[in-house]
């Protein structure tokens, strides 16, 4: 359950406070974790991949007003790539020294020699490319930061009258700088749903669905977005009847994994089909099948870092689901 193991506390009440929140940008155990274009900056090797946090002292000019607070994390040795020559004795009274607060900053916002000069930190990759790699703590950091930055980039105006929106509450927030409309970042709900039968042959098998675009050989769960003034057991579904023509019922939730591609959170679920002729004609399914615990071992499942392997995996060891 990658992206699931937030490792910090985001402050929400503390990061209100302007003084707090200096006290944490100006201390010397606080890291940046810098996105671009939606990469993460990593340093990668045969054996292993970390994330690369820098110092303030790393980024020249860098501003609190062009920061996002992502949360403190009571525990420096988080095994993290960190390039530092900062003496750790300068500590604020606010802050202490166990203490080390995470924010997030956007590489378009750096002065350009400070751009350059991160080439030589690390390699810029996709978050997904390197995950399978990470610690739980360095991918849920890095998957906050890419959502949060993702946000900002994509509500610069005001969606009531059109103005500039302006960061504030330590980048929780955007406030229009004229009509003082404020906007929040939004996670976007979607489904994903192990969906299961028992046949007539007493065999249990499970609903698997593949796009075009993936992999050849790749199955995976199906998935789909809430829609509004629909429950979450209405969505799953919905969403299987809209892609197969298979009738679920009986939705039992499982776990959730958040999936910041760009911005939504994954529900897990189980359903049981009371149906089992599949037709795909009118979705954008390539193929859908039913498969047995046995042919899942010749089966690609899933995409490691999503939670669709873990709802397959647990099923097939029989964790999840009625049959």
């Not at 699931?4 to 155990?29: V, Y």
């Not at 020294?97 to 751009?115: K, P």
Request: glycine share 4%.
């Amino acid at each position: 359950m990658i992206y699931s193991n937030m490792p910090l506390d985001r402050c929400t009440n503390q990061r209100k406070n302007k003084r707090w929140l200096t006290a944490q940008f100006n201390h010397p155990n606080t890291l940046f974790c810098i996105v671009n274009n939606d990469m993460g900056l990593f340093s990668c090797d045969e054996n292993s991949t970390k994330a690369v946090y820098l110092t303030q002292q790393q980024l020249s000019n860098l501003s609190l007003s062009s920061c996002i607070y992502l949360g403190k994390k009571i525990d420096t040795n988080a095994g993290s790539s960190v390039n530092s020559s900062a003496d750790s004795s300068r500590a604020s009274n606010i802050v202490k020294e166990s203490d080390q607060s995470f924010f997030a900053v956007n590489l378009e916002s750096l002065h350009f020699s400070t751009q350059d000069s991160l080439a030589v930190l690390g390699q810029w990759q996709s978050l997904r490319q390197v995950t399978a790699n990470l610690s739980a703590a360095d991918a849920a950091i890095q998957a906050l930061a890419k959502a949060l930055i993702h946000w900002h980039n994509t509500h610069q105006y005001c969606g009531k009258c059109g103005n500039i929106n302006r960061s504030t509450e330590a980048g929780h927030a955007r406030r229009c700088s004229e009509c003082r409309n404020m906007s929040f970042p939004r996670t976007d709900p979607a489904v994903i749903m192990l969906v299961e039968h028992q046949f007539s042959d007493g065999v249990a098998r499970c609903l698997l669905g593949r796009q075009a675009s993936w992999k050849a050989g790749m199955y995976s769960t199906l998935a789909g977005f809430v829609d509004p003034g629909e429950t979450l057991e209405e969505a799953v579904i919905r969403e299987v009847g809209e892609e197969t023509k298979v009738v679920v019922s009986n939705p039992q939730y499982i776990t959730s994994q958040p999936w910041p591609f760009p911005a939504s959170i994954m529900l897990g679920f189980t359903a049981v089909a009371t149906s089992t002729a599949i037709d795909i004609s009118e979705d954008d399914l390539e193929d859908c099948q039913w498969f047995s615990r046995e042919q899942l071992d010749n089966v690609q499942t899933g995409s490691r870092d999503s939670i669709s392997s873990y709802l397959i995996h647990a099923w097939k060891n029989k964790k999840i689901g009625q049959y």
